[in-house]
Nanobody, 124 residues
Framework: VQLQASGGGLVQAGGSLRLSCAASGRTFSSYVMGWFRQAPGKEREFVAAISWSGSSTYYAGSVKGRFTISRDNAKNTVYLQMNSLKPEDTAVYYC??????????????????WGQGTQVTVSS
């Protein structure tokens, strides 16, 4: 499985960005997909995850109500719509695939494949 994240950039506080993660492989539709982020000097943390069908989603408390995860299985792509961005959202954002099991998870150790990351910078 190869994952390619894109859509990062520089945005002012209160602005929006949409990240995309394109996946290779014909079994993308069976994977739980997640987004994580890592700020300088900090550990990688969970942001959001979505079930294989898209019917179940889960968010970190810090982004709930501002971020929305979605997927298009026909396009092998998962998205992260980020609204009302804050300077503390600044980080490298990674998409990840959990290929075993169907439970939506927030632990990075349960994800098997990772994209290369895309930088999001929110200025105050």
């Amino acid at each position: 499985v190869q994952l390619q994240a894109s859509g990062g950039g520089l945005v002012q506080a209160g602005g929006s960005l949409r990240l995309s993660c394109a996946a290779s492989g014909r079994t993308f539709s069976s994977y739980v997909m997640g987004w994580f982020r890592q700020a300088p000097g900090k550990e990688r943390e969970f942001v959001a995850a979505i079930s294989w069908s898209g019917s179940s989603t889960y968010y970190a408390g810090s982004v709930k109500g501002r971020f929305t995860i979605s997927r298009d299985n026909a396009k092998n792509t998962v998205y992260l719509q980020m609204n009302s961005l804050k300077p503390e959202d600044t980080a490298v954002y990674y998409c990840a695939a959990k290929t075993i099991g169907t439970v939506v998870a927030d632990s990075r150790y349960e994800y098997d494949y990772w994209g290369q990351g895309t930088q999001v910078t929110v200025s105050s």
